[in-house]
């Protein structure tokens, strides 16, 4: 199996996971708030709903990036990924600042005085903040593991679902207890938290497709591993470009100027395969030789 067969079916794999476990909590959570009494356990029952139509676009935005190069396309679709990544931050972030204005409009109108919910509410808030957290660490561990901006974007999604449901539980604490007020002001601080996710998963797609140069230590090891090569006397130019969630280099490299074009052809060839070798990532590398400065 190819690293972009391992990627799709892995991703594939994630997004099922999320769509099941979403259709299931948003039914259960539907049902708690409708027989305990809770407006608050429906509003997160329907943002659990909303939440399949987020790892359908992840689903869509991985299929598409696996797509072989074409004429159109002659380096391959990587960055259609992180325009799935930003759509997601976009309804992340459209996530938190509706759960922010309607926290304030609450806070300012006084409106915060509701019936007791039933104890079911309660344990269902419960189960879902649990569940969320256990989705969120798993969508997470697999998308660091193929280095997937959607996959990661869906992730903190979950997060941000948890994070709601913590609110409602707030709420609904609060409201059994006669202090109505917790629920929007736990949820002003759940937005903060949602808004700097979105920003982070934003910025990090837009990295990848405004040709981002490798991080510091990348860029040693990849120096380092040439260096390593018989022939290789010196590494006259090194740049890296970051396409979706793959890597292209182009290098210079300085060898001894008495050698035939077959011999320091060679040299490239074999400083070629290492990077591919050591560096999973790298999809393509040009490697030019010069003649070493005297």
Known sequence: MTNADNYEKTAMKVSIVSVIWNLLLSAGKLFAGIFANSGAMISDAVHSASDVFSTIIVMIGVKISGKDSDNDHPYGHERLECVAAIILATVLAATGIGIGYGAVVKIMAGDY??????????????????????????????????????????????????????????GIIGARLGFGIMEPLASVVIC?????????????????????????????????????????????????????????????????????????????????????????????????VNPAKK
């Open 113 to 170: 005085n509701v019936e007791m919910p039933g104890i079911l509410a309660l344990v269902a808030a419960v189960v879902s903040i649990l569940v969320k957290e256990l989705m969120f660490w798993y969508t997470r561990y697999y998308a660091k593991q193929i280095d997937s901006s959607a996959l990661m974007a869906d992730a903190w999604h979950h997060r941000s679902d948890s994070l709601s449901s913590i609110g409602a539980l707030i």
């Open 192 to 288: 903060i938290f949602i808004e700097k996710a979105a920003y982070d998963i934003f910025m990090d797609a837009v990295n990848k497709m405004v040709d981002k140069s490798c991080d510091d230590e990348t860029m040693e090891k990849i120096n380092a591993c040439a260096m390593n090569i018989p022939g290789v006397e010196n590494i006259d130019l090194l740049r890296t470009r970051v396409f979706g969630n793959k890597i292209y280099v182009d290098m210079e490299i300085a060898a001894d100027g008495n050698k035939t074009l077959d011999e320091t052809h060679a040299v490239a060839e074999r400083v070629h395969d290492a990077i591919e070798q050591e560096f999973p990532k790298v999809k393509h590398i040009m490697v030019h």
